[in-house]
Nanobody, 121 residues
């Protein structure tokens, strides 16, 4: 069993910063791609940022230059540094990881339960 737990959400004024964390635990051999998503009103997950096992990053246009994704492979943890926050950034943020379990070679996607980011204007 694998669990992902997000933390770091909260209320911040526009222009402020937050740092989200997502820690994976359980039966983990390795983790491939990791990503942060936000959820639209239609319950669709929209990519905010992603990072490969090799450290290559990808960002939504709306957050480029403001958000930074990173990972600590030794801790099975991913981070999202969110700077210059805007009211439009407010949402529930979810983490997703492609986890390779012991005895296997293919990864399986696991999701966290989300952390709420609120930005006041």
């Amino acid at each position: 069993q694998v669990q992902l737990v997000e933390s770091g959400g909260g209320l911040v004024q526009a222009g402020g910063s937050l740092r989200l964390s997502c820690a994976a635990s359980g039966n983990i051999r390795s983790i491939n791609a990791m990503g942060w998503y936000r959820q639209t009103l239609g319950n669709q997950h929209i990519l905010v940022a992603s990072i490969t096992s090799g450290g290559r990053t990808n960002y939504a246009e709306s957050v480029k230059g403001r958000f930074t994704i990173s990972r600590d492979n030794a801790k099975n943890t991913m981070y999202l540094q969110m700077n210059s926050l805007k009211p439009d950034d407010a949402d529930v943020y979810y983490c997703k990881m492609g986890v390779v379990r012991p005895g296997t070679y293919d990864d399986m996607d696991y999701w966290g339960k989300g952390t709420l980011v609120t930005v006041s204007s």
